[in-house]
């Protein structure tokens, strides 16, 4: 397909997406990235590193967003030169591309922004890998826009990401049909294991979630065929400072990505 940083892409290949939700300090990111690096490894699995220089969206003014661009860029830099592993991060408005383009190996795109016209084509304009998570508010079938869009600054560099459809209040779900209608327009295909199984808002000033079925929907995922999962993952998180209660232990995640590459094993001969 492509490369990222340095691996390819390839068809038939799982590639995974990992990292705490935001930057808190240099400690837990190294500590992830270590792991996340030994993991790759010994699973022989591409994985890129992601965390967010700024959550833009938060619930409430009073919730932790992260250390800013330049600081946070700076962080992820020595993440990459210290454990020679790709590093994505959230881009919120088109003056912050150049900026972040400059130091990212994937730009990505959050999922409410994921129709901002001048957003797509400044990202795609970069040359950069760009992944656009899928709004909760769109249907699978609409993601042929973004990728026309994207596709018209002459970028084919682009991965699409399922997080889930909002259903009703404070809950999301997701409709597995996604996956091979996206995958159809000639993409890679990620799903969201972590963010999907969030509920948006529902601890009142902040989100909470149900990280226990992230298992069963990675896996499922993987059977229905997907290229690529995207986990966020933490030493402890339920002292993390953004989206504790969907994240995954780091401690867990390996035990998790072994069973997931059996299924995918198994399921990548019928797509």
Not at 149 to 173: H, S
Request: proline share 5%; hydrophobic share 40%; glycine share 8%.
């Amino acid at each position: 397909m492509f490369k990222i940083g340095n691996f390819e892409l390839q068809k038939g290949q799982l590639f995974i997406i990992a990292g705490p939700c935001v930057i808190e300090n240099e400690e837990v990111l190294y500590r992830t990235a270590e792991t996340l690096k030994e993991i790759k490894k010994s699973l022989k699995i591409p994985i890129i590193f992601k965390s967010s220089y700024d959550k833009a969206n938060r619930s409430s003014i009073h919730s932790y967003r992260g250390p800013g661009i330049h600081k946070g860029l700076g962080i992820l830099k020595k993440v990459r030169e210290k454990f020679n592993i790709p590093i994505l991060s959230d881009v919120h408005s088109v003056e912050e591309i150049k900026i972040a383009g400059d130091v990212l190996d994937v730009i990505q795109i959050p999922a409410f922004l994921c129709r901002q016209t001048d957003l797509i084509l400044e990202a795609g304009k970069t040359g950069k890998p760009v992944n656009v998570k899928k709004g909760q508010f769109l249907a699978p079938w609409d993601v042929k826009n973004i990728v026309e869009k994207f596709k018209a600054t002459g970028n084919e560099k682009i991965i699409i990401t399922e997080r889930g459809t909002t259903f009703g209040y404070n809950n999301l779900v997701v409709d597995f049909r996604s996956f091979p209608i996206i995958r159809s327009m000639g993409v890679p295909i990620v799903f969201d294991a972590t963010h999907s199984v969030q509920l948006p808002g529902g601890a009142g000033s902040c989100s909470s979630g149900q990280r226990q079925f992230v298992p069963y929907l990675s896996r499922a995922a993987v059977a229905c065929g997907v290229d690529g999962l995207f986990f966020e993952v933490h030493p402890n998180p339920e002292k993390a400072l953004c989206d504790g209660p969907n994240m995954l232990s780091l401690n867990d995640f390996k035990v998790l990505l072994e069973e997931i590459l059996q299924i995918h094993s198994v399921a990548k001969k019928y797509y």
